[in-house]
């Protein structure tokens, strides 16, 4: 299986050289040498020498080209550096600190976040260059995805809902922004997406039945550009899909992960969360749009242009937040632009993204929770299959947030998935209810799988199931990167990375780490050498091939 033994090499020590005052941001002058200033007309290109996105680029594929890592060689992979989180301790709902975050790469500097916390590292070594602190006022810490940048700024969501600007060789603040309020349960964890001259940022939260919303900034001032609601207003026709505006208004539709962009057609493509009331669907018959749906906007204005509802009438908390990945290929002799989705709900769609029609719609997990698709594609849900206050039976959550991938050689989208199934209960069966109104807990056995799907098709092509050991969650898989050299990495839920074959899915190698793999992995060359980076825990780890 190409699985080699695991190489000790040094860790890098870092430690924050600087005391700051309680309350205060600490920011540290970089080194000599470092200077950082991004073309965010270059975001859209492939992720060679950097890393600038979220996903690497703008079409979710979190693909890279480069090809110096590969089968023949994955074996003599090394560790180059460790950078420990040592300077942080149990931060509220948080005993230990835990990356969540996808690093992104400009000019050889490397940025990584927890909530509060921003670094920047020296992407050859892992040294630190500065460390950013942010005291919150509310907002839930259950993670940070990442930062966005533009030009010589990054930018950074803090838990209770500011937008942060910070000088990116300095980590000095330049400007912050608050665009949600705290105090009405909404809470910040996403990566900001920088596409041309705009910021664009989503908000989570649905303890108090508030409406999911996109804001677009101006990244030179901070400046409003627009906002796109994810449950209609007054006056529109969607709202023929809820009881009336107050249930709307209180819809949810949280927009928690970045989306994907086409340049060509200047559309912004959106991912959004569960409706609310949560669980309890009784008081707002109907499809509730735009919660759990794939949403086109116009990235200028944020006009929606289409809208393909996932999950119609959500009562299981199905966010439907992974990544829609775009891509292109020949359908029925004719060339197509397309975007895939392995939904939380367990189906997988493939749609036109010019038009929002839909190719395919097929379970990628057993499921049994649907009766069939309406003409436009959507699934039907099964009334019996609600939550109820004596239980009922439906799957566990297919995926969640982690990201997926796409390789344009093997023409396969890669999903770690869950099959299993939990039970349901109604909490609050009144006629309104409110807030969280059930739970689920998770029911017999279930396994975490490793899926490589046809997006053309939705069958799996090949198929890896992690063994169930120790009692470990399965909630919840690490992401994953995938490379021209026929590469597929993720990880476990027994602390290893592992590399597999993106074509046969046969397992080129291994090592255990620290903790489970949890943030994005990326890849960049720098001096000529290929760097693998993932987090996991606590810690950010480097690979690549010895000198």
């Known amino acids: 299986m190409g699985v080699c033994a695991a190489v000790t090499t040094a860790t890098v020590a870092t430690q924050v050289s600087n005391i700051r005052r309680p309350g205060a941001p600490l920011a540290v002058a970089a080194p000599d040498g470092h200077h950082v200033s991004l073309d965010p007309e270059m975001i859209g290109n492939p992720a060679v020498t950097s890393w600038p996105t979220f996903n690497g680029d703008y079409t979710g594929r979190r693909y890279s080209t480069l090809a110096q890592i590969g089968p023949a060689s994955v074996g003599s992979l090394a560790q180059a550096w460790v950078f420990k989180i040592t300077s942080v301790g149990a931060q509220r709902g948080a005993p230990v600190p835990v990356i969540k975050c996808t690093p992104l790469l400009v000019n050889g500097v490397l940025y990584i976040t927890i909530p509060d916390h921003v670094w920047a590292l020296d992407a050859r070594t892992g040294k630190e260059i500065w460390h950013y ?20 700024t990054v930018f950074f969501l803090a838990p209770d809902n500011w937008l942060i600007a910070l000088d990116a060789d300095t980590g000095r603040e330049l400007w912050k922004k608050n665009y949600a309020d705290a105090r009405k349960q909404y809470f910040s964890t996403m990566a900001p997406l920088v596409i041309r001259n705009h910021v664009i940022v989503g908000v989570g939260g649905d303890a108090m039945d508030m409406p999911g919303f996109l804001d677009s900034f101006d990244p030179a001032t901070g400046e409003l550009q627009w906002t796109w609601w994810s449950t209609p207003r007054k006056g529109d026709t969607a ?12 819809g949810g539709g949280m927009t928690w992960m970045p989306g994907t962009f086409d340049p060509e057609l200047n559309t912004l493509y959106w991912p959004t969360g569960n409706t609310n009331p949560v669980f309890a669907g009784q008081g707002r018959p109907g499809a509730n749009l735009w919660t759990e749906s794939i949403v086109a906007l116009d990235v200028d204005s944020g006009k929606l242009k289409w809208y393909f509802q996932v999950s119609p009438h959500d009562t299981h ?46 379970p990628f997990v057993p499921l049994d929770w649907a009766s069939g698709l309406s003409p436009l594609g ?65 029911i017999g056995p279930a ?84 760097y693998i980076v993932f987090g996991a825990g606590d810690s950010l780890y480097a690979w690549s091939r010895p000198e």
């Not at 709202?239 to 209180?250: Q, R, Y």
């Open 378 to 442: 959507e699934p039907i849900p099964i009334p019996d299959k609600d939550p109820s206050v004596g239980g009922s039976i439906n799957i566990v959550n297919a995926t969640n947030w982690p990201a997926p991938a796409y390789n344009p050689k093997t023409g396969l989208l890669y999903v770690n998935a869950v099959e299993g199934k939990a039970i349901y209960y109604l909490t609050d069966d009144s006629d309104k209810p409110s807030g969280y109104g059930g739970t689920g807990a998770g």
């Open 239 to 250: 709202l023929k899909t809820w009881p009336n505006a107050t249930a709307s208004e209180h």
């Open 133 to 152: 602190d942010w005291v919150d006022h509310g907002g839930h810490l259950v993670g940070q995805r990442g930062v966005g940048i533009w030009k010589s």
């Open 317 to 362: 908390d199905f966010d439907n937040t992974t990544a829609p990945i775009l891509f292109d290929a020949v359908v029925d002799g004719k060339p197509r632009k397309l975007l895939a989705q392995a939904a939380r709900n367990g189906f997988f769609v493939t749609l036109d993204r010019v038009t929002g029609e839909h190719l395919v719609v097929k």
């Open 447 to 530: 396994r975490r799988v490793l899926q490589a799907i046809d997006p053309l098709t939705g069958n799996c092509v090949w198929k890896h199931a992690y063994p169930s050991l120790n009692d470990a969650p399965t909630t919840l898989g690490p992401s994953i990167l995938t490379t021209a050299s026929n590469l597929v990495i993720t990880g476990d839920d027994q602390r290893n990375a592992i590399i597999y074959s993106a074509d046969k899915g046969r397992i080129l190698w291994h090592r255990e780490v620290g903790a489970n793999e949890s943030g994005g992995i990326i890849t960049y060359l720098l001096d000529g050498k290929q």
